[in-house]
């Protein structure tokens, strides 16, 4: 969990083989810009893997 002062954020997390991590080009937390404009408590995160 992510806190800031008051706000948290529950992060979501990706589970992947060795094989698959070593094609992890990019990852990133997609969060709303303000806690108040969140559309839930967790935060999703996003892999991007090569082909």
Do not use: F, N
């Not at 969060?31 to 935060?43: E, G, K, L, T, V």
């Amino acid at each position: 969990m992510c806190a800031t002062g008051s706000m948290r954020w529950r992060i979501d997390y990706h589970l992947a083989t060795a094989g698959l991590a070593a094609r992890a080009v990019k990852a990133y937390v997609e969060r709303a810009a303000a806690y108040d404009q969140r559309w839930s408590d967790h935060a999703p995160v996003t892999v991007v893997y090569e082909a």
